[in-house]
């Protein structure tokens, strides 16, 4: 019948075939499990039943033939020791058998061979006697206890091959005859063939009894499982509905709570746009209590003389478009007072998708207004004083800049002026003077006069010194030249507001450094500082704006002037270094000055920032802008103080594509500039 069940769920497509399966399998586990169970019983059982075989055949045999006599001699019967040695063995072996493969099928039939062999032996005990031929079929009722017809076939084919062979050879031994009976045994084997025949379908049929009862069993387990499954999913969907409900409870809750202590003004309309409901918000807004507004269009929407007309139409449009929309307009309160209203409007969808109602959040927004309106104010005054402060940014960088040039100016002016002071030309005018007086007798005055004599010489002497004079005031004019010029361009990138680079020419790194040199050379040398140039080789060439990195590199040298001033160390040193790196050219400025703390170094460019007690704070700044411009970057490093510092400006070899790619950058992202520290520890 459970069969007949499973094939009728087969119609149920792949769903049932699978839990056909599924019960089959488990029929198949539960049938082994309780099978193997019953099987270690009945070997317990069998267990105790060869070992009280083997003491009842010692018995037997000792109590039916003890001894065997020779005249007046005798000794211990040959059956006592078969019964010992031979029954130890059969039932040992069994025993071993049973307790290594407890479950396996073949331990079954070597049970059933040792218990056939165990029925021969107490055969030969008693002789052959036809009482003890019962027990053969004794021990196939307690072999069918295993519920195993195929072991009955077994202990029949044992215990006819017996009876065949003792039969013939030994028939004293199976039949207690001394003639021999060749057929004898097929007599007994049928006796045997007759019980197996009543024992073996009562095996197949307890088999198929238990087998039932487990798919029975399983079916039940099954049907338990998929009850349980369904409670469980059952409550879950309980659960779960609970849940949402008891969510949406506390979300009504509180959207209750929203609407009525919200600031706001919630108003619920039909499709017309006519009020419905209002929450406490509408009524703090407006003055309008909730009875004076119910059925009030366009949301309860007060219009008067300052309400734009065109946001009015727009806003009634989409009303009746039944579309969402956003909107400021100025309304009326109750008492008539005008004010600056938010409206958010969205509609509300049927179950049809059409919109059927509306909600209406409205916002008193007229301080923002206002606030909006003085910001703007502000705006223009910020602009207005932002003007004021670059004018005056610019002004500074001129000062700063020019200031820098015009110490080399006045150095080279006061060089002109002190070689003027002390000009061979007052003993030009000496000998002039001295010829003029000894005009009529010039000539006698050369050859007698000891002081003719010498004034050839003097000339000589005195022309050389004004020669020498010439070409340092010519050196002197040269600088200041320079310097001028560089002033000059300095005033011209100032006015151009460092919004247009200059003019872009080819460079070379140790020219820059000599002409930076140059421009500070008298206050180095006033001060005895020693300067050493490391010029890469070959000399690195790049295009780029020429005036700018002198004015860099002139703020970097006066810089670190004044650190080894400050300083006071005995040793002044100053370094300048160029090198390649990628494609970039870099000038390093460093000293053993007073170095820079490391709080600092992230303030170093920021403007107005400076640690001199003269300074103002502005010449680093103007100089990393500079090196921005023209599309460079300036860092400074310093491992404290009494340490000294260094300062890298790094200028890219094509100044030209640096300043079209800042440009570029400059119209994409109008941010004005940062300087952070960098990985390696710059701050750049």
Known sequence: ???????????????????????????????KARYQKECLRVNGFIQWLMVAQWLAGIAFAAFYSPLTWIGNHFELHVHVWASILIGGSLSGFAILWLRTYPTAAHSRHVVATTQMLWSALLIHLSGGRIETHFHVFASLAILSIYRDWTILITA?????????????????SAFGIVT?????????????????????????????????????????????????????????????????????????EKLALVAKYTDNAVAITDGDANVEWVNEGYTRITGFESDEIIGAPESGFRSGEQTCPQTLSSMRRAIEDKQAFN?????????????????????????????QRFISIQSDITDRVEAERQNKVLQQEI?????????????????????????????????????????????????????????????????NDSRGQ???????????SLRHEQASVDRELSDLTKNIEHI???????????????????????????????????????????????????????????????????????????????????????????????????????????????????????????????GHGFGLHSSANAATEVGGRLSATSAGIGTGAQFVLRVPLDGR??????????????????????ESGETT
């Open 1 to 31: 019948m459970g069969r007949l069940r499973m094939l009728d769920r087969l119609r149920f497509g792949d769903a049932t075939v699978s839990e056909t399966r599924r019960t089959t399998e488990s029929t198949d586990t539960l049938f």
């Open 156 to 172: 029949t084919a044992v215990i006819a091959v017996d009876h065949f062979v003792r039969g013939v050879f030994y028939p004293l």
């Open 180 to 252: 021999e009976s060749p057929y004898r045994w097929i007599e007994h084997a049928l006796w045997v063939l007759f019980e197996v025949a009543f024992l073996a379908p009562g095996c197949r049929r307890l088999r198929k009894e238990i087998r039932e009862l487990c798919a029975r069993q399983t079916e039940i387990e099954e049907a338990k499982r998929s009850v349980d499954l369904k409670v469980e999913e059952r409550t879950k969907d309980l659960v779960k509905a609970n849940l949402l409900l008891a969510i949406k409870t506390a979300e009504a």
């Open 327 to 355: 909107t400021e307009i100025i309304s009326y309160r109750k008492n008539g007072t005008p004010f600056w209203l938010a409206i958010e409007l969205r509609p509300i969808p049927g179950t049809d998708g059409t919109a």
């Open 383 to 447: 602009v207005d004083a932002s003007r004021q402060a670059g004018m005056a940014e610019v002004a500074t960088g001129v000062l700063h800049n020019v200031g820098n040039i015009l110490n080399s100016v006045n150095v080279s002016a006061s060089i002109i002026q002190k070689q003027f002071s002390n000009s061979a030309l007052q003993n030009l005018e000496k000998a002039t003077h001295l010829i003029s007086e000894y005009e009529s007798s010039f000539a006698d005055f050369i050859q």
């Open 454 to 464: 010498k004034l050839p010489k003097y000339l000589v002497v005195v022309s050389q």
């Open 488 to 614: 000059k361009e300095i005033i011209a990138v100032q006015q151009t507001m460092a919004k247009t680079s200059g003019l872009q020419q080819e460079l070379h790194a140790s020219d820059l450094i000599r002409d930076v040199l140059t421009a500070n050379k008298e206050s180095l040398n006033k001060h005895a500082i020693k300067v050493i140039e490391e010029l890469a080789a070959p000399d690195p060439t790049m295009v780029s704006d020429k005036h700018r990195i002198l004015q860099i590199l002139i703020n970097l040298v006066c810089n670190a002037k004044d650190s080894l001033l400050e300083a006071g160390v005995p040793d002044p040193t100053m370094l300048l270094r160029t090198w390649t790196e990628h494609d970039h050219v870099c000038f390093e400025v460093a000293d053993n000055g007073v170095g820079i703390q490391a709080d600092n170094l992230n303030k170093i460019f920021q403007h107005g920032f400076t640690t001199k007690i003269h």
């Open 657 to 678: 594509a640096a300043c079209d790619k800042r440009d570029h950058h400059e119209e994409r992202d109008d941010h004005p500039t940062k300087w952070i520290p960098s």
